[in-house]
């Protein structure tokens, strides 16, 4: 039922966040004077691993401008670093071993030729000659780290989403990162701006108030967090699930199939929401906004060590946002509230918590415009409101994040982590459906309540480790995981007839559940039990100088039950001990370049049933990827070039033949296949000094090779055959660098309607930014998206009798940020 009051789950996260609040607040003026008359011991924990990768990590923590040549210390590996240390302490003990010293040289350092020992000195040293310093190029942007906040770039070349820190060009398919940097510079607030800024990815309006991921063809409705993978879009009716992005530092993603990460699920590929984490050092940032349609928000984002060695670490956030729209009537209320904490439990074991909580207020248009049953465009202004004056929405979302990681020695790890999220979603809204006749009668008002309650609740634990046998050096990964999604659904529905949709009457009665079904509505209750366990594996070796084998396999365990307990009806799916091969070969062609191949199997199930009333076989694919990595300029910039083909049987298509045999209607069989394939292009990084770009090409087709109805047909109706993205910006030079300008664009071929028989026109939407960092505490920015004004459609389930959305018009967002210094 829909309800305005706070829930109890409110109240509790509110009283977690004030109290993280209130301890960065009195322990942070102590703690900072303590840091300074220490500032030359803090604590670190840097696994063993090559020399330029644990410098580099190094100089992060350190808070030291240094950057590593790579070719100079090629082949040189660090044994890490654990403990409390001094700066120059630090580098005694990661060069020990090396033959290499560090020399302070103005604001960085040097490397230098190790002193001899003692006992190999002469009575007087002679001076250093000057060739024997080898200097490591001085620049903070190089630093390799998974982690994208403050790093200025839009490039990250390490990922989580492979369990562990691997770089992208290690990992033989498509993979992208969105980080911090650019969803700042960019303005983007939830999952669907961000998918639709990533390569090959498209985020469409589903027939819900919520979005559906879509990649290479596919829906992807298991996200993970921290790299735990849970259902995220599991309801009784329709794609209600959102996201917004204020708690994340980075989004990950992957392309193609990814049966090994997470079991059954779709062969479009992985989303991996990275979470913010406790900050070693005491920031605040207050931000404010406003822009278009009375869009207003501030945002506080916090963070200090708690104790004095910085082992206890916590982060708190909070936004505040409000808006009206484009659409008349229609407004939107968020408030998002976040508290980390992040502690050392000792040199080797770290422990991570965090709670999340919100909480969205809407007067929505739910399902969008019709079309005429031509497919054709009705024509209708883009401020047009379908609704009632009555329409209301709220989504509340409470999550748990825990995570323990141990390091049993340099070469092997244990992570263990967990997420836990209650959502409830619930909303009475008028909508209106049917077909358009040309003086605008023949569609229904038709009146919604929605009342959507769910739990999911995932876990994951791993083992990574190294070691040396056969003159190989083995990388291993031995892991499982478990999710649940437990649901509690209820909705209702009316039909009225004699709505005109160039006369829609916003004025009607008041509905609700019990009203609608007063008035002999139809309701429908409905409960999800989805659990789903596997085990997981994979190998990688050295096989030669340059060629890396992979090889791996999961083990899935899959259970659905679907109930209508007022009609005594249910329904079970059922997968037991389906094994999912993975095998890969990455072949380094220089410092810089990799090639790579891999291939991987799929399985779906699906909860048709065939004419003995049998669940149907899941579905089956396999999943063929080839290309090119390049990680060049010391790192900055990641590129890759990707080939993919997608083939699966066994897809569910009526079974004419049996007629209706199945409760009054046509049962199925697995006798479908579909094929996607394309080719994929993408740059990211520092391209130029001073350029950061971001760009992906994507050519996609998708077909139906064998089905009853569709044969020969595209597949997916909201993949466009051909899809761009780019975004840059550049920070002037000389006198002008407190200026940077921002610019890019999105343009993709045309689309199909959900009947396939019209097209959804394709389209270009060109976005500007003009920053200006006014002096080292304040930044001013001005975005403006849509700068033409494009008149365009967006990717949605489009269908003749509605769910056709407009792109929102020309607006504008200016943002101050005041980050003091403390």
């Not at 990533?198 to 596919?218: D, E, L, P, S």
Request: charged share 20%; proline share 4%; with cysteine.
């Amino acid at each position: 039922m829909f309800t305005s009051s706070p829930s109890r789950s409110l109240r509790a996260s509110a009283i977690a966040i004030e109290l993280a609040c209130g301890a960065l607040l009195s322990a942070g003026p102590a703690l900072h004077a303590h840091a300074q008359a220490q500032a030359q011991a803090r604590q670190y924990s840097i696994a063993a691993g090559p020399l330029a990768d644990a410098l580099n990590r190094y100089a992060q923590l350190a808070g030291v401008a240094i950057a590593v040549d790579a070719a100079k210390v090629q082949g040189l590996r660090s044994q890490g670093l654990s403990g409390s240390y001094g700066v120059e302490q630090g580098f005694e003990v990661l060069l020990r071993g090396t033959g290499y010293a560090a020399g302070k040289s103005g604001a960085g350092y040097l490397l230098i030729a190790a002193p001899a020992p003692a006992s190999a000195r002469p009575a007087v040293a002679p001076p250093v000659p000057a060739q024997t310093m080898h200097e490591i190029k001085v620049s903070a942007q190089t630093v390799r780290s998974a982690s994208t906040e403050g790093s200025n770039s839009y490039n990250s070349s390490l990922v989580t989403l492979g369990k562990g820190e691997l770089a992208r060009k290690e990992i033989p398919q498509s993979v992208s990162v969105l980080t911090r940097e650019q969803m700042d510079d960019q303005g983007l607030a939830d999952l669907m701006d961000a998918a639709n800024n990533i390569t090959g990815v498209v985020g469409v309006k589903g027939v819900g108030q919520g979005m559906i991921i879509n990649a290479r063809g596919f829906q992807i409705d298991s996200w993970q967090y921290d790299g735990v993978p849970i259902p995220r879009n599991t309801y009784a009716l329709g794609n209600w699930g959102t996201e917004g992005l204020v708690y994340f530092d980075r989004v990950e993603v992957l392309r193609g199939a990814a049966g090994l990460l997470q079991g059954t699920g779709s062969p479009g590929g992985v989303v991996n929401l990275v979470r913010k984490r406790g900050q070693a050092e005491r920031t605040v940032a207050l931000s404010a906004r406003a822009g278009s349609w009375d869009h207003a928000g501030v945002q506080l984002d916090a963070g200090s060590p708690l104790n004095a060695d910085g082992t206890l670490r916590a982060r708190v956030l909070a936004d505040v946002d409000n808006s009206h729209s484009f659409i008349d009537q229609v407004w939107e209320k968020n408030r998002a509230l976040y508290a980390a904490l992040d502690y050392d439990i000792s040199r080797d074991t770290s422990l991570g918590l965090a709670v999340s909580r919100t909480d969205n207020r809407t007067r929505p248009m739910v399902r969008g415009l019709p079309r005429y049953p031509d497919g054709g465009d009705i024509g209708l202004p883009r401020s047009t409101y379908v609704g009632a004056h009555w329409n209301r929405a709220e989504i509340a979302q409470t999550t748990v994040y825990a995570d323990l990681s141990h390091r049993f020695s340099a070469n092997w790890t244990l992570r263990a982590a967990a997420v836990h999220m209650d959502e409830n979603n619930s909303s009475v809204h008028q909508r209106m459906h049917g077909k358009v006749a040309a003086n605008g009668s023949g569609v229904d008002f038709a009146d919604w309540s929605t009342d959507f309650n769910s739990a999911k609740l995932g876990a994951d634990i791993y083992l990574n480790g190294r070691f040396d046998a056969l003159s190989l050096r083995h990388d291993v990964m031995l892991g499982a995981n478990y999710s649940k999604y437990t649901s509690d659904d209820r909705f209702a529905r009316t039909f009225n007839p004699g709505g005109n949709i160039f006369n829609i009457d916003h004025d009607r009665p008041w509905m609700d559940f019990d009203t609608i079904v007063a008035r002999g509505g139809r309701a429908t209750y409905a409960n999800y039990d989805v659990r789903q366990k596997g085990v997981y594996g994979s190998w990688r070796a050295r096989v030669g100088d340059a060629l890396t084998a992979i090889a791996g396999a999961r083990a899935s365990w899959y259970d659905e039950l679907y109930r209508q307990p007022r009609l005594n009806q249910q329904s079970t799916v059922t997968a037991s001990g389906k094994v999912t091969p993975y095998a890969g070969l990455v072949y380094a062609l220089n410092p810089q370049w990799s090639a790579y191949g891999s291939y991987t199997d799929v399985f779906e199930t699906q909860s048709g049933r065939n004419v003995a009333g049998q669940a149907l076989e899941p579905i089956i694919g396999s999943n063929m990827e080839a290309g090119i990595k390049g990680e060049l300029m010391d790192g900055k910039v990641n590129t890759s070039l990707a080939l993919f083909r997608y083939d699966h049987k066994n897809r569910s298509v009526a079974d004419y033949a049996a007629g209706f045999a199945c409760d009054g209607w046509y049962c199925y069989k697995a006798s479908g296949k579909v094929r996607s394939q394309g080719v994929e292009a993408e740059a990211s990084g520092e391209v130029l000094p001073g350029l950061q770009l971001s760009a992906g090409y994507t050519w996609n087709t998708t077909k139906f090779l064998q089905d009853a109805d569709n044969q020969g047909k595209t597949f997916s109706q909201w993949t466009p055959k051909h899809l761009l993205r780019v975004w840059s910006r550049y920070q002037l030079p000389g006198d002008w660098n407190k200026l940077s300008v921002g610019a890019g664009f999105s343009a993709q071929s045309h689309s199909i309607g959900y009947e396939r028989t019209y097209k959804i026109a394709g389209f270009k939407v060109w976005n500007a930014r003009l920053a200006w960092q006014l002096n080292p505490e304040v930044s001013l920015a001005l975005n403006v998206n849509n700068l033409f004004d494009k008149r365009y459609y967006i990717p949605a389930f489009n269908q003749t009798d509605g769910n056709n959305d407009y792109g929102t018009p020309r607006s504008v967002m200016f943002t101050v940020k005041y980050t003091p210094a403390l």
